[in-house]
């Protein structure tokens, strides 16, 4: 065989492998659409589980998320723009610096069960929250911060040195600069990061285990000192712990929670296309 | 002279009263921005601190031969370890061994040879797969892919294999993303030069661009056992749960087995608080997070902070 024919053999070899990888990820979501489009309606969404949860709506555990998810993005978002800030604009190149990273590099890698436990021991048990939406925000709030604070940084970063510069020379400080120049050039790389947390949070079911998820509740939570049912966590008891459930509720449930992080990914990823175009440097 | 003394006299204590604000709030943002950095440094240690606060005594109360041990049955109070660290071995060395290959061939092919429209149809894609939350896979892989490996011979669908090909698709966004990093990284140079040389394309990237990207390649591997390894729904609904060490066979892979992160997930909802079962379960939380820091310290080693700042993001 020529090196010529190789060469053509090894191409054709690797774009079949790509086409491998990718075919199933768009089959999958078409899938999940295809079985699950059936189920949803406006009762679907808005109803709470009746007859041993095999009948009825999905509501309790999709409001859970949504609180949640907001709860995540109080705890996560101030911490972690202060973090990329002091990254992107304070840090220097020292040890403490390098910490700093290896900190982010390794909360990114703690798996997410461990965020589980950790959130049991720390809020549930030792500061006494209990079981409750607080605890389960603070734990995933926690798991979040590494891919806001990394996708902040980037966009912080990458605002010109020269608009500080500028600035500066005009006789504003150091916080001035950051405060009227730089974060507003770097404000929609910062909601992207914010987004794709959420998208993170919204999905999570591992650290919601012990901290917040209830299996099943009558009534909706009153406080944040309450438990909850949550999306991720009620696909997996309708799945595997209630028998003679219906498929089509199972799926209609991944459907909703597969619809809910997809647009949040989705529209972090048009977020960044459309700054990238609209940047004027 | 006059004019201008006239303007400054009055101003200088104003001036210096509201510069000593601005120099007391800028004082106080900046020091809430140093805490905010410092704050991941202190979490991590305090992740650490719980760990080994509710985990620490089953490492002093269970004897040592116990522990490493190969039976785990926790109502029986005995608690060895094999049965689940051979559980979570095997299904991500399965993993790895399907997402490896593919994900290195799917980077070679975003970044050598697919042309720009391409790239940006797939790579969102990969991007979307990387969102797909573990317990819709997991979901999927009960209610479809573990029938499929039942009719296709095996005793049951929910096996270690099943766990592999779900796992091994649950890393692959990370593998490409962090590979494709690599052989970006490759000076355009080197490629022009063998092609110049006459080399073909396969060539190039096979005796140039892999080789002088292979630090990088070894990060992206890493990473993504480090991913795998984590992983807790989609294994706990697919693997079949059963704490036994598999017979070391030929079709090891194709039986039941549980991991270590399945085991934290099924049983801690049943424990008594302060019990050595409930200390052991935050035990093998301690396990996990050892591995894992050592992983993610060695691969943000080897990248210095600029691919820390890209792992970080991608994981």
Known sequence: ????????????????????????????????????IGTISWEFISA?????????????????????????????FPLAIGAAIYLSEYAADNRMTRMVRLAIVNLAGIPSIVYGLFGLGAFVL???????????????????????????????????????????????????????????????????????????AAGETAPILFTV????????????????????????????????????IQYGTALVLLLIVLSLTLSATFVRTSMRRRREW | MTTNSSVTAPTPAAAQEKGQRIHIGEWIIENLIRLAGLSTVLIVGLIFLFLVREGGPAFLDIPLRQLFGSRWYPIEGIFGLLPLLVGSLIVTVGAV???????????????????????????????????????????LGWVVLAPLIQNAGAATGLTAFTGAIILAYMSLPTIISISEDALYA??????????AIGATQWQTIWRVVLPAARSGIVIAVMLG??????????????????ANIPALSSGVIFQPVRTMTATIAAEMGEVAQGSLHYNTLFGIGIVLFVITFAINSLAGRIVGTRGARRTGAKL
């Open chain 2, 186 to 195: 490759v000076p355009k140079e080197y490629r022009d030069g063998a092609l």
């Open chain 1, 48 to 76: 709470p589980p009746t007859n041993g949860m095999r009948e009825g709506g999905i509501w309790p555990a999709l409001l859970g998320t949504i609180f949640l998810t907001f709860g995540t993005a109080i705890i996560s």
């Open chain 2, 225 to 242: 056992i480090g991913r795998a390894i984590g992983e807790t729904m989609a294994v706990m609904m697919v693997t079949g749960n059963a």
């Open chain 2, 97 to 139: 061994v399907i997402a490896v290959p593919l994900g290195l061939i799917c980077a070679i092919y975003l970044g050598e040879i697919a042309p720009t429209w391409q790239r940006e149809i797939l790579k969102p894609l990969i991007e979307m797969l990387a969102g797909i939350p573990s317990i819709v896979l997991g979901f």
């Open chain 1, 213 to 248: 998820a209830a299996f099943y509740l009558p009534d909706l939570p009153h406080s944040i000192f309450d438990q909850t049912m949550a999306l991720p966590y009620h696909l997996y008891v309708i799945s595997t712990q209630v028998p003679g459930m219906p498929l089509s």
């Open chain 1, 1 to 36: 065989m020529s090196r010529q024919q190789i060469n053509r053999l090894a191409t054709a070899l690797i774009t079949g492998v790509a086409i491998l990888v990718v075919v199933p990820i768009v089959l999958v979501i078409l899938f999940v659409i295809y079985n699950g």
């Open chain 1, 126 to 200: 030792f500061m006494q929250f209990g079981t409750s939406i607080l605890a389960g925000s603070l734990t995933l709030g926690i798991l979040t911060l590494p891919v806001v604070i990394s996708t902040a940084e980037e966009a912080i970063a990458s605002v010109p040195q020269q608009f500080r510069t500028v600035s500066l020379s005009l006789g504003a400080t150091r916080w001035q600069t950051i405060r009227h120049q730089v974060l507003p050039h770097a404000l929609p790389g910062i909601l992207t990061g914010i987004i794709l947390g959420l998208g993170r």
